[in-house]
């Protein structure tokens, strides 16, 4: 009897070593299965919130180009609106041209250049001002047209020194100053 003692005892050891392993193997697998679980959660979560980051660069990207492009625009139609302004003031200066003032303005401008350089001048402007500029400068006209707005050219005899008192160039000169008043 002993010996079927003994084959019982070993046998009853071998399934408590059995279920003992089976327990093992169920916890290790438990164990895996959550961390498995656990860093599938982790990357998918890390890839939301990578997913999440990119949108928002994207979406802040997208909004500083339509920014960008909204300022573009304005600026464009500003400018726009600048040169149909410059052009008008052009405009209303070649209308001027054709008053009793501009007479007045061209005796101006010629007491201008005088003060500055003495008499000894030679005047040019306009073909449409050639009368009225060689009743102002006298022999010191020159017929030459030059290709201006209104105004006049004075330039020393000599044509050391030169003063373009030209609306063209006035105007070139305070263009700042004229944007700067017509984007008020």
Known sequence: MPLDRLAEQIQSQSRK???????????????????RDARV???RDDILRQADIDAARERGQRIAGAKMQAKKLEYEAEERALALSLESVRQHLAQFTG???????????YQVAVDRFGKDLKITGRAEDAARLKSIAGKGFQATPAPILGGLIAETSDGSRRLVLSFDELLRYREAAVRDLLSR
Do not use: F, G
């Open 99 to 109: 008053s009793d003032d501009y007479a007045l303005l061209l005796k101006r401008m």
């Open 17 to 35: 070593q059995l279920a003992d392993e089976q327990a093992r193997l169920e916890a290790e697998t438990q164990r895996i299965a959550t961390d």
């Open 41 to 43: 959660t982790k990357v």
